[in-house]
T-cell receptor
Framework: DSGVTQTPKHLITATGQRVTLRCSPRSGDLSVYWYQQSLDQGLQFLIQYYNGEERAKGNILERFSAQQFPDLHSELNLSSLELGDSALYFC??????????FGPGTRLLVL | AQSVTQLDSHVSVSEGTPVLLRCNYSSSYSPSLFWYVQHPNKGLQLLLKYTSAATLVKGINGFEAEFKKSETSFHLTKPSAHMSDAAEYFCVVKGGTYKYIFGTGTRLKVLA
């Protein structure tokens, strides 16, 4: 158990809908990262937050947004969902020593 | 710019034989390097990391990796494969302050 929690574990929704994925980092970690993993694209970095502020952006679509709250949990919002958004979404948090710890992921299926 | 290349997308070994998963990196900085393992339908678990201390890094489950600056490599090895080692392995380089760059992964198959 990495100490990073993600909810929900599974999510099934329809095209055009909006969903919110939640992540709680390990106690004491200030950084949160979001990744998308799909069969055709592999593991893609989406976005990073540090202590409530956006720090780095990767291949995140405009339909996706994220935020980190004062209690350090983070939410990834996915809107106008398309079939191609079906993937595993991982959250990770990092310690001051740079090691990333990954959550178990949220499996999103868009029908 | 930083980059990482995992040289094999699939590796098959027999149980009890050595494992070698290859990773080459490119980095303008003195890099931090990591290996992660992902079992089916699970999250990524840290195997080991290199952060400019000893060049031979020991990780969990009998894995180790050697940092070779002259070859820009960070190959992952294990003397004797176990069936439970079957998984996907990712080499990661930390590029700059915030960015982690993942390799495309190597799927390890262990044959009985």
């Amino acid at each position: 158990d990495s100490g990073v929690t993600q909810t929900p574990k599974h999510l099934i929704t329809a095209t055009g809908q909006r969903v919110t994925l939640r992540c709680s980092p390990r106690s004491g970690d200030l950084s949160v990262y979001w990744y998308q993993q799909s069969l055709d694209q592999g593991l893609q970095f989406l976005i990073q937050y540090y202590n409530g502020e956006e720090r780095a952006k990767g291949n995140i679509l405009e339909r996706f947004s994220a935020q980190q709250f004062p209690d350090l949990h983070s939410e990834l919002n996915l809107s106008s969902l398309e079939l191609g958004d079906s993937a595993l979404y991982f959250c990770a948090s990092s310690d001051p020593g740079e090691t990333q710890y990954f959550g178990p992921g949220t499996r999103l299926l868009v029908l | 710019a930083q980059s990482v290349t995992q040289l094999d997308s699939h590796v098959s070994v027999s149980e009890g034989t050595p494992v070698l998963l290859r990773c080459n990196y490119s980095s303008s900085y003195s890099p931090s390097l990591f290996w992660y393992v992902q079992h089916p339908n699970k999250g990524l678990q840290l195997l080991l990391k290199y952060t400019s201390a000893a060049t031979l890094v020991k990780g969990i489950n009998g894995f180790e990796a050697e940092f070779k600056k002259s070859e820009t490599s960070f190959h992952l090895t294990k003397p004797s494969a176990h069936m439970s080692d079957a998984a996907e392995y990712f080499c990661v380089v930390k590029g700059g302050t915030y960015k982690y760059i993942f390799g495309t992964g190597t799927r390890l198959k262990v044959l009985a």
